[in-house]
């Protein structure tokens, strides 16, 4: 069994964006800026807004923390995302999910300039993303693709399995793996909750690949998978004593597999790196 270590693989990507940022900047252009706009105490999104703040100092960005106390309106959340949508000097826009109940996620997601959407989560960024067009990814997916390129592991003619059908995760990576895209070719089944066991051990127990993004820890177990296949476990989960734990039971999952996404410093940290990555491109889209 081998690690994706995701930690080092990031952080080679953002030094790599980093150096180019340097280039810019030497030649007299601004900084690339990623604008975040946080609603209300949630801890674990705290937890990740930190973590994109860190990496845009790491990579040479300028960043803005926009927070929102969790009584703020849809319409005061929409008015702020039309004035950061107008402001030139921002290049990428994120807010940061889940928002409170009182306000439409897709009503604000659809706010964003698609232009700005480095989160990849607008109809029009998921539209061309679906239809192997250039497009913000979303960067879950996105990362998780740049992970399996790190290592070099092949993907082309593979059967991958992915467990989970959110619009973040699920969805996008398995179109994206089956698109004819930079990391794809895949065959890919997307199992999900309403799968039936029997169905989804069928599928788990002879893909080459297994992709799982359902936040349930300990959801894949060494039963479910064959000898060698590669691992991608997406959960980040809080148990009672603090420890964090993806959704497979690693240490005995690991057994069996030939590679492996440990958790954490593994796919949370590419999530952020393919983040740098879009707003990289949003920075050179406004230039050209
Ligand atoms: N909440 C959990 N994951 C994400 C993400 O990738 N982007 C945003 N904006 N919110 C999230």
Not at 214 to 232: E, N, Q, R, S
Not at 259 to 280: C, D, E, K, S, Y
Request: include cysteine.
């Amino acid at each position: 069994m081998k690690l994706l270590d995701g930690k080092k693989c990031a952080e080679s990507l953002v030094a790599d964006i980093s150096r180019k940022v340097g280039e810019y900047v030497a030649s007299g252009l601004r900084k690339p800026h990623m604008t975040i706009i946080l609603v209300g105490e949630h801890a674990p999104s705290e937890s990740y807004v930190k973590s994109k703040i860190k990496s845009c100092g790491n990579a040479g960005f300028e960043s803005t923390l926009l927070r929102f106390p969790e009584s703020v309106t849809e319409a005061e959340l929409l008015a702020k995302i039309a004035e950061v949508n107008a402001d030139r000097t921002t290049d990428g826009l994120i807010v940061q999910l889940p928002l409170p109940k009182h306000i439409n996620q897709q009503h604000v997601i659809n706010a964003i300039d698609p232009e700005k959407d480095i989160d990849g989560f607008h109809p029009m960024n998921f539209g061309r993303m679906s239809l192997g067009q250039k497009a913000f990814r979303p960067a879950t997916a996105y990362g998780i693709c740049k992970l399996l390129q790190f290592y070099e592991i092949p993907v082309w003619g593979k059967h991958c399995v992915v467990i989970g059908r959110s619009n973040i995760v699920g969805k996008p990576i398995s179109i994206m793996l089956s698109n004819d895209f930079e990391i794809g070719n895949a065959t890919v089944t997307l199992t999900h909750i309403e799968t039936p066991r029997e169905l989804l051990l069928d599928e788990t127990r002879r893909a080459d690949i297994v992709i799982v993004a359902v936040g349930i820890p300990g959801f894949v177990t060494a039963d479910m998978v064959k000898d060698g296949a590669v691992l991608i476990d997406v959960g980040i989960n809080r148990l009672a004593d603090g420890k964090i734990v993806g959704d497979a039971d690693f240490e005995n999952v690991k057994e069996k597999c030939s590679w492996i996404t440990p958790v954490p410093g593994g796919v949370g940290r590419m999530t952020v790196a393919a983040l740098m990555i879009n707003t990289l491109m949003a920075y050179q889209n406004n230039f050209n």
